[in-house]
């Protein structure tokens, strides 16, 4: 089965700051990597794609990176509308979810 | 507009049995795969089960195998979630999703969740 590390666990920042979460899979995932956000009582909503694709409606400030088997979410300038959780998923073989990072304002 | 509306949750005790479903709209539901994930009280998702556009494949998380069952019926445009032999730490939100065309897609439209609660 495919691990999915993802770090941190928490992360605090302030407004505007460049936030970046990091997630590491166990083996190679090629590029089929999903980056989802949730907040408190709703449900995930589907933030990038393929590692590197914004899903349509998703605020350019999101981006995806991917260095062999470890992919990276960056928030360019962190907004109050981004306190959320966030979770990567990939979807090569079945499907896994990293354990999430905690968003909030410093 | 794409909606997905899970139903069926409630408290149920250990070895007890539940039918979730999940009514479409918004979409040609028969030619998307779709998935229940779930998520427990303060923890992350975990994937449950998957079933194609057809029925054709269907899999299962390791967790459930052998006692959840997922279906689907294309003309009611509804998925649903056997549940059976349910034990306490089956309790979690579970959310229905969309996949997609093929099997290596994410789950772009998720439905709010409902409650499965085994004590």
């Known amino acids: 089965d495919i691990q999915m590390t993802q770090s941190p666990s928490t992360l605090s920042a302030s407004l505007g700051d460049r936030v970046t979460i990091t997630c590491r899979a166990s083996?190679?995932?090629?590029?089929?990597l999903a980056w989802y956000q949730q907040k408190p009582g709703t449900a995930p909503k589907l933030l990038i794609y393929?590692?590197?694709k914004l899903e349509s409606g998703v605020p350019s400030r999101f981006s995806g990176g991917e260095s062999g088997t470890e992919f990276t979410l960056t928030i360019s300038s962190l907004q109050p509308d981004d306190v959320a959780s966030y979770y990567c998923?990939?979807?090569?073989?079945?499907?896994?979810f990293g354990q999430g990072t905690k968003v909030d304002l410093k | 507009e794409v909606r997905l509306e899970e139903s069926g949750g409630g408290l149920v005790k250990p070895g007890g049995s539940l039918r979730l479903s999940c009514a479409a709209s918004?979409?040609?539901?028969?030619?998307?795969?779709m998935v229940w994930v779930r998520q427990a009280p303060g923890q992350g998702l975990e994937w449950v089960s998957y079933?194609?556009?057809?029925?054709?494949?269907?899999y299962y998380a390791d967790s459930v195998k052998g006692r959840f069952t997922v279906s689907r019926d294309n003309a009611q445009k509804s998925l649903y979630l056997q549940m059976t032999s349910l034990r306490p730490d089956d309790t979690a939100v579970y959310y229905c999703?969309?996949?997609?065309?093929?099997?290596?897609?994410?789950?772009?439209?998720w439905g709010q969740g409902t409650v499965v609660s085994v004590s």
């Open positions: 999703a969309r996949g997609g065309f093929g099997e290596l897609e994410p789950f772009d439209f």
């Open positions: 918004g979409f040609t539901f028969e030619k998307y795969s």
């Open positions: 079933i194609s556009s057809s029925d054709t494949f269907i």
């Open positions: 083996q190679s995932i090629s590029s089929w």
């Open positions: 393929q590692a590197s």
């Open positions: 998923q990939q979807y090569a073989e079945s499907y896994t």
